[in-house]
C-alpha cells in the first residue's frame, strides 16, 4: 500500500483546509486509516482514523469537533476537512494505514505516507 498527502499550506486564524490522502495498492481496502501530526520538536500526535465503509471514526481530543474525516473507496481517497484552525495546528500531518482502529489510535500503523505541512498564522 502507498500513500500520497496533500493539501497542506499557510493559512490564518479561524481557516479551512483539506488534506488528502491517495492510496494504492490492491489491498488498501483491507486497512484503517489515519491522519496524525507532528510539530516540531513534539511528538507525533494521532488526529483522526475512519475505515473505509466510513462507519467507525474517531478523533484526538484536541480536535473538539473543528476536523471531519472522511473515505471515498472509489476515488481511494481519505480527506482530513480542517475547520478554525489555530496556530497550535500548525505541523507536518502525515496519512497512515494500520491493521484495526486501535493500532491507528496508539500510532501502530502499517504504511505511512509522507507529511504535508500545515501552518497557521496567528
Known amino acids: 500500500v502507498q500513500l500520497q498527502a496533500s493539501g497542506g499550506g499557510l493559512v490564518q486564524t479561524g481557516g479551512s483546509l483539506r488534506l488528502s490522502c491517495v492510496a494504492s495498492?490492491?489491498?488498501?481496502?483491507?486497512?484503517?486509516m489515519g491522519w496524525f501530526r507532528q510539530a516540531p520538536g513534539k511528538d507525533l500526535e494521532f488526529v483522526a482514523t475512519i475505515n473505509w465503509s466510513g462507519v467507525r471514526e474517531y478523533y484526538g481530543d484536541f480536535v473538539e469537533g473543528r476536523f471531519t474525516i472522511s473515505a471515498d473507496t472509489a476515488k481511494k481517497t481519505v480527506t482530513l476537512e480542517m475547520n478554525s484552525l489555530k496556530p497550535e495546528d500548525t505541523a507536518v500531518y502525515s496519512c497512515?494505514?494500520?491493521?484495526?482502529?486501535?493500532?491507528?489510535?496508539?500510532?501502530?500503523?502499517?504504511?505511512w505516507g509522507q507529511g504535508t505541512l500545515v501552518t497557521v498564522s496567528s
Open positions: 497512515a494505514a494500520g491493521s484495526d482502529t486501535t493500532d491507528i489510535i496508539i500510532g501502530r500503523a502499517r504504511y
Open positions: 495498492g490492491r489491498t488498501f481496502s483491507n486497512y484503517v
